[in-house]
């Protein structure tokens, strides 16, 4: 029985891999691998000067509703945050001037 199964496994395998060779070689030439020159890396880090994008025009010159709708919820979220972050620092400096001018009456 284990023999049987062994027999039909190599002949299942060797049945992909054959398929496999045969698609392979039908898919055509295949396109040559680009070389990754240092410039392009610098480049990419922003080390090195890069093309300026030609502008866009037409209909998508401007913006699109989501990124109307995102920029106006990050400019809540600053707006929101700075808020706190000056209401903190007021506290904190009224609690700071109070026990100050607690220790100099006492």
Not at 30 to 39: G, M
Not at 48 to 74: E, I, M, S
Not at 75 to 100: D, E
């Amino acid at each position: 029985m284990w023999s049987r199964i062994g027999r039909s496994a190599r002949r299942s395998a060797g049945t992909i891999l054959q398929s496999a060779r045969t698609a392979l070689r039908s898919a055509g030439p295949t396109r040559p691998r680009r070389r990754i020159r240092l410039i392009d890396v610098l480049r990419v880090l922003g080390l090195a000067r890069r093309a300026v994008p030609r502008p866009v025009v037409g209909p998508k010159a401007y913006p699109q509703w989501w990124q109307r709708l995102l920029a106006l919820v990050v400019l809540v979220a600053l707006v929101v945050g700075i808020g706190f972050a000056l209401a903190a620092l007021v506290g904190l400096l009224v609690v700071v001037a109070g026990f100050l001018l607690e220790q100099a009456i006492s």
